[in-house]
């Protein structure tokens, strides 16, 4: 094929040029204050981020992985208790439980789109289990009040949900935004993420004014006043003053930013399916974080890509209990058929507001002319 070209997996920049004129306007605002952390804008970001999820309180802090432990903590989550959770999602949820000492307990998701298999769930609670972790993988959303309803008619009320939107900020589950459904909700504001910071980045947002007062308190020392800490196991992880006022400027941008990522999704859809089982369907409710599809001959596939430009990547190759570092942590596995299947045959394609139709195109047409051969 002639004219070929490098597609990249991801290009952040293209995105953050859209709004250039308001990013620098916003930079240069925080350099006239002279206020950099827990400022003006740090608390207009977390009113204004509490508002698009939809919940009455939003605390942010260094990342998304300090936003898993410190939500955890402010549920009362400690050293021995058990955690359930997926293990296909990266391994993030399994580090803020190492961290704390907690137990996780893996459970299997589904074999169509790859979420936690609610109906799994209720069947690995044990006594010293204190919360669910809701993956919502790939910009999809597990329907979290659905699962709520299961715990709750099993008699297990007493277990917190944490809801991780790392990847899906504007996801839904029917007029109900990610964030708003659970006891808490954590989101990352990496670089590469639907809202993503021009650094590192996290949230916790609750609807529960105990927990977020809590947050509060973990994300500084535990203080109760200034220099008076009163919590135990309180850390220093503050969004910063620039990075609060370029989310700002971003955020109201998201709708139309996740647009274009199910706009990308749709098409990759349609160019791929003939070829490939597609995990990440187009739907109207989804955030489009990743577009991901899966093939037993996905290392031929991968290669090929390369050889004509287009990148790609796994999220993610390895279960979290087969990490080399949790061989000598605790944890708990249920079945994990679909999981263990899907981590040898997942791969995702470009996909991020930023890519452009001629690109979407090249990849369409790889499809066609070469990986059509292999499969």
């Given at each position: 094929?002639?004219?070929?070209?490098?597609?990249?997996?991801?290009?952040?920049?293209?995105?953050?040029?859209?709004?250039?004129?308001?990013?620098?306007?916003?930079?240069?605002?925080?350099?006239?204050?002279?206020?950099?952390?827990?400022?003006?804008?740090?608390?207009?970001?977390?009113?204004?981020?509490?508002?698009?999820?939809?919940?009455?309180?939003?605390?942010?802090?260094?990342?998304?992985?300090?936003?898993?432990?410190?939500a955890l903590r402010s549920l009362g989550?400690?050293?021995?208790?058990?955690?359930?959770?997926?293990?296909?999602?990266?391994?993030?949820?399994?580090?803020?439980?190492?961290?704390?000492?907690?137990?996780?307990?893996?459970?299997?998701?589904?074999?169509?789109?790859?979420?936690?298999?609610?109906?799994?769930?209720?069947?690995?609670?044990?006594?010293?289990?204190?919360?669910?972790?809701?993956?919502?993988?790939?910009?999809?959303?597990?329907?979290?009040?659905?699962?709520?309803?299961?715990?709750?008619?099993?008699?297990?009320?007493?277990?917190?949900?944490?809801?991780?939107?790392?990847?899906?900020?504007?996801?839904s589950i029917g007029d109900r935004p990610?964030?708003?459904?659970?006891?808490?909700?954590?989101?990352?504001?990496?670089?590469?993420?639907?809202?993503?910071?021009?650094?590192?980045?996290?949230?916790?947002?609750?609807?529960?004014?105990?927990?977020?007062?809590?947050?509060?308190?973990?994300?500084?020392?535990?203080?109760?006043?200034?220099?008076?800490?009163?919590?135990?196991?309180?850390?220093?992880?503050r969004l910063d003053e620039l990075q609060?006022?370029?989310?700002?400027?971003?955020?109201?941008?998201?709708?139309?930013?996740?647009?274009?990522?199910?706009?990308?999704?749709?098409?990759?859809?349609?160019?791929?399916?003939?070829?490939?089982?597609?995990?990440?369907?187009?739907?109207?409710?989804?955030?489009?974080?990743?577009?991901?599809?899966?093939?037993?001959?996905?290392?031929?596939?991968?290669?090929?890509?390369?050889?004509?430009?287009?990148?790609?990547?796994?999220?993610?190759?390895?279960?979290?209990?087969?990490?080399?570092?949790?061989?000598?942590?605790?944890?708990?596995?249920?079945?994990?058929?679909?999981?263990?299947?899907?981590?040898?045959?997942?791969?995702?394609?470009?996909?991020?507001?930023?890519?452009?139709?001629?690109?979407?195109?090249?990849?369409?047409?790889?499809?066609?002319?070469?990986?059509?051969?292999?499969?």
């Open positions: 094929m002639g004219n070929d070209m490098n597609v990249l997996f991801n290009l952040p920049a293209r995105e953050n040029e859209l709004f250039r004129v308001e990013i620098d306007k916003a930079i240069q605002d925080v350099l006239d204050s002279g206020y950099y952390l827990l400022g003006n804008h740090v608390k207009a970001f977390e009113q204004e981020f509490a508002g698009f999820c939809e919940a009455a309180n939003c605390v942010s802090v260094g990342n998304g992985t300090d936003a898993l432990e410190i989550v400690m050293a021995g208790d058990e955690v359930i959770t997926v293990a296909n999602a990266g391994g993030y949820a399994t580090t803020a439980c190492n961290i704390i000492g907690a137990v996780p307990v893996y459970v299997d998701v589904n074999r169509a789109d790859l979420l936690l298999d609610i109906d799994q769930v209720v069947g690995a609670v044990s006594p010293i289990t204190k919360c669910v972790v809701a993956t919502h993988l790939y910009g999809q959303a597990v329907d979290v009040v659905r699962l709520r309803e299961k715990l709750d008619q099993a008699a297990y009320s007493h277990v917190k949900i944490l809801e991780d939107c790392a990847q899906a900020h504007g996801a990610v964030g708003s459904m659970g006891d808490v909700a954590t989101f990352s504001f990496y670089p590469t993420k639907n809202l993503g910071a021009l650094g590192d980045g996290g949230a916790i947002v609750t609807n529960c004014a105990e927990i977020a007062h809590s947050c509060l308190q973990l994300r500084q020392y535990g203080w109760q006043s200034k220099y008076d800490s009163a919590v135990p196991f309180g850390r220093n992880s609060a006022a370029i989310l700002r400027v971003k955020l109201k941008h998201l709708p139309e930013l996740n647009a274009k990522r199910r706009s990308a999704i749709e098409f990759l859809y349609q160019a791929c399916k003939p070829y490939v089982d597609v995990v990440t369907l187009p739907s109207a409710s989804s955030a489009g974080h990743l577009f991901v599809v899966r093939h037993r001959q996905r290392g031929k596939i991968r290669a090929e890509l390369s050889l004509h430009g287009v990148a790609s990547d796994i999220h993610y190759p390895l279960l979290d209990m087969d990490q080399g570092s949790m061989q000598e942590q605790p944890y708990r596995v249920m079945s994990m058929d679909h999981s263990v299947t899907a981590s040898e045959e997942i791969f995702s394609l470009p996909c991020y507001a930023g890519i452009d139709t001629a690109e979407l195109q090249y990849i369409g047409r790889v499809f066609d002319l070469y990986i059509s051969k292999i499969v």
